[in-house]
């Protein structure tokens, strides 16, 4: 059971990946991400089913589109290949349960904002508001079938806390915090805090952290200033993986 459920982490992961390099590419340009087809970013050539294969069309054609021949990022794969990464991560965590849907999603949520954000220092609402919408969804089914009500009750303490102290952060200095991350943080509380409240302090403060050393060895190196923005969404999206993968060690007493 253990081995399919990796399998399928995997198929869907790199699928979903592949739709979430469209979501990262259209809907900061307003977008549709159902229609037209996806095409080549060079030539807008329209790209075959069999060119549009995971992971696996790329490689194929050594990275360069059919028709044009130009060079197709490899920014592409690697975004199939973490969410395929990610989607192993939350199977292998939870396992048969009713928290993997909503940690799927969730999962899915933090690649397609953390690339859009640092790409175009953007959250999109059109990307946070229907990913918060579903994994609260997926949550309350979790908690009807469970009876888990009160892991629910937490979840939802969790984001509205989590949505006061960023608002506070973006209400006394808009300059230091954009509000799409007061509107991205709820949902990583919300998520975080199925799994216990002290699951969505660990990944606030590794977002906080890990932030922090990357924008002074930046500074250090003379490559940005201190007044220079950062795509803190990519932070709080590696802080909140972070406590999905580590939060396991976390003593039982204290979740």
Same mark, same amino acid.
């Given at each position: 059971?253990?081995?399919?459920?990796?399998?399928?982490?995997?198929?869907?992961?790199?699928?979903?990946?592949?739709?979430?390099?469209?979501?990262?590419?259209?809907?900061?340009?307003?977008?549709?991400?159902?229609?037209?087809?996806?095409?080549?970013?060079?030539?807008?050539?329209?790209?075959?089913?069999?060119?549009?294969?995971?992971?696996?069309?790329?490689?194929?054609?050594?990275?360069?589109?059919?028709?044009?021949?130009?060079?197709?990022?490899?920014?592409?794969?690697?975004?199939?290949?973490?969410?395929?990464?990610?989607?192993?991560?939350?199977?292998?965590?939870?396992?048969?349960?009713?928290?993997?849907?909503?940690?799927?999603?969730?999962?899915?949520? /933090? !690649? %397609?904002? #953390?690339?859009?954000?640092?790409? *175009?220092? $953007? =959250?999109?609402? &059109? @990307?946070?508001?229907? +990913?918060?919408?579903?994994?609260?969804?997926?949550? /309350? !089914? %979790?908690? #009807?079938?469970?009876?888990?009500? *009160?892991? $629910? =009750?937490?979840? &939802? @303490?969790?984001?509205? +806390?989590?949505?006061?102290?960023?608002?506070?952060?973006?209400?006394?200095?808009?300059?230091?915090?954009?509000?799409?991350?007061?509107?991205?943080?709820?949902?990583?509380?919300?998520?975080?805090?199925?799994?216990?409240?002290?699951?969505?302090?660990?990944?606030?403060?590794?977002?906080?952290?890990?932030?922090?050393?990357?924008?002074?060895?930046?500074?250090?190196?003379?490559?940005?200033?201190?007044?220079?923005?950062?795509?803190?969404?990519?932070?709080?999206?590696?802080?909140?993986?972070?406590?999905?993968?580590?939060?396991?060690?976390?003593?039982?007493?204290?979740?």
């Amino acid at each position: 059971m253990t081995t399919l459920l990796i399998v399928a982490a995997v198929l869907y992961g790199v699928m979903i990946g592949s739709f979430l390099n469209v979501v990262i590419y259209r809907v900061p340009l307003k977008k549709s991400i159902s229609k037209p087809r996806s095409a080549c970013p060079q030539c807008d050539n329209p790209i075959a089913p069999r060119d549009n294969i995971p992971i696996v069309s790329w490689l194929f054609l050594r990275g360069k589109c059919r028709h044009c021949g130009l060079p197709i990022s490899v920014r592409y794969p690697l975004v199939e290949a973490l969410t395929g990464g990610l989607f192993v991560l939350v199977a292998l965590r939870f396992g048969w349960s009713w928290t993997l849907p909503a940690e799927v999603i969730f999962v899915s949520g /933090l !690649v %397609a904002l #953390a690339f859009t954000d640092l790409d *175009h220092l $953007l =959250l999109p609402r &059109a @990307i946070v508001y229907p +990913v918060s919408g579903l994994v609260a969804a997926a949550l /309350l !089914v %979790a908690a #009807a079938a469970q009876g888990s009500w *009160h892991r $629910l =009750l937490i979840a &939802a @303490i969790c984001a509205a +806390v989590e949505f006061a102290f960023l608002f506070s952060i973006h209400f006394i200095s808009p300059r230091s915090m954009g509000f799409g991350d007061v509107r991205f943080g709820p949902l990583i509380a919300l998520a975080l805090g199925w799994l216990g409240w002290r699951y969505a302090f660990v990944g606030f403060m590794a977002a906080n952290l890990t932030g922090a050393a990357v924008g002074l060895a930046l500074i250090a190196a003379g490559r940005t200033g201190r007044k220079t923005p950062i795509p803190f969404g990519v932070f709080l999206s590696l802080g909140a993986v972070l406590a999905i993968a580590f939060g396991g060690l976390i003593p039982a007493n204290l979740r």
